[in-house]
């Protein structure tokens, strides 16, 4: 087929169409629908664009109709963004509960107590997909706690400053402090969760900060069943390996 008859048949073609589309009029559309009284049950959102005709209701009267109509679109529109919420919500919270659970399963399979901080302080940032980590542990003096580089080492008291009595804290927009996540990582913790652990009465007062570089990741409000069910388990592993009573 050459160029001229590629050009004729596309004219040919956008002259059907537009005899088929002016062949659309009023009382053709009138016809199918009275043929097809269903169509709005089973093209419900078409009745979301449709105009509804203004009703003349006399000098002085007001016809709500308008008003109720744009009141009932606004109220679905509402839904739907709220339902599209809460299914993004569903769905973080099931790539946060998968994280979490494969976090406590390698915590759980570490071979050695050695491998068991080593997850704690270098893997468990990739496994939460968080920025940075840090294990701290309240210490009088130095040499007070055998850690090594990746545990930091705080002040006594300083955890109870950062948490007052709660278990968690969650900050929303902070600059890291490098007492708890080391020099090189503090500027990562944009906003951070700080989790109180209770090892043992024998042990020193500890705390899991877990920060991410963009503010608002973790905020007051947010679920922490999650961060606390981890805590439970570096609890419960650490009194565990060292052999302490709680």
């Not at 009382?27 to 269903?38: G, Q």
């Amino acid at each position: 087929m050459d160029e001229r008859s590629v050009e004729q048949s596309g004219r040919q073609g956008e002259a059907v169409a537009k005899v088929k589309a002016d062949a659309l009029t009023d009382a053709a559309v009138l016809t199918y629908l009275r043929r097809n009284p269903d169509f709005l049950v089973r093209h419900p959102d078409i009745a979301g664009v449709l105009i509804p005709p203004v009703r003349a209701m006399g000098e002085g009267v007001v016809d709500l109709q308008q008003f109720i109509v744009q009141k009932l679109r606004s109220d679905i529109s509402r839904l739907k963004l709220n339902q599209r919420k809460l299914i993004a919500t569903s769905r973080n919270n099931l790539v946060s509960q998968g994280r979490v659970h494969a976090a406590i399963i390698a915590l759980i399979g570490a071979r050695s107590f050695e491998d068991f901080i080593t997850v704690l302080t270098d893997e468990l940032a990739s496994l939460l997909d968080v920025d940075a980590v840090g294990f701290c542990l309240e210490a009088s003096g130095e040499g007070t706690v055998a850690a090594n580089s990746n545990v930091r080492i705080l002040p006594i008291g300083m955890i109870d400053q950062l948490l007052g009595s709660e278990a968690v804290v969650l900050r929303a927009d902070i600059s890291g402090e490098p007492e708890i996540y080391g020099e090189e990582l503090a500027g990562l913790a944009r906003s951070d969760a700080l989790i109180r652990l209770h090892v043992s009465s024998q042990a020193p007062a500890a705390m899991l900060a877990l920060g991410a570089r963009r503010p608002g990741i973790f905020h007051p409000g947010q679920g922490t069943e999650l961060i606390g069910f981890l805590a439970e388990t570096v609890e419960i592993t650490t009194r565990a390996w060292l052999d302490l009573d709680e």
